[in-house]
């Protein structure tokens, strides 16, 4: 994924995706668990960076709106309720066009101590891309 903005104050994430041809199922459009994962990886980093904390899936619901073709993706995932130890969120999926394709609910648990061995500190996103700096792949 590609760092598109981060707000920290209305805690919204966008991501670009690359929606590859080998993605793509026999009908020709990319297969829905791909899309489905696009949205939830939008959604751990907006954990981390909203939170400073590992988050991790507790559930994922995805409603698919229309296919989604090969090419530039967009996701943008919101924080919409945080609790002691789970938050709430709904993201989008958006195809090259700019149409909603994909809308996912979640919810992340968010454990009080961090459960990877040898845990880095998480960074916090910034606010916008700097300039001669590259965005972060995965």
């Known amino acids: 994924w590609t760092f598109v903005s981060y707000d920290r104050e209305a805690m919204v994430l966008r991501l670009a995706f690359d929606g590859k041809p080998e ?7 990319i ?3 791909i899309l489905s994962a696009m949205v ?3 959604f751990g980093p907006l954990v981390g960076a909203t939170l400073g904390k590992f988050g991790v ?10 296919p989604v073709l090969p090419g530039p993706i967009t996701t943008e995932a919101r924080i919409l309720r945080r609790g002691r130890s789970v938050v709430f969120l709904e993201g989008d999926l958006m195809d090259a066009g700019g149409k909603l394709c994909l809308r996912c609910t979640a919810s992340f648990f968010v454990p ?5 061995p040898n845990p880095q500190p998480l960074a916090a996103a910034p606010s916008e891309p700097a300039p001669s700096e590259p965005a972060p792949q995965s």
């Open 23 to 29: 993605f793509r199922n026999p009908a020709g459009v």
């Open 31 to 33: 297969q829905g668990g």
């Open 112 to 116: 009080e101590k961090d459960p990877r």
């Open 57 to 66: 899936t507790v559930d994922l619901t995805t409603q698919f709106l229309r």
């Open 40 to 42: 939830d990886d939008t």
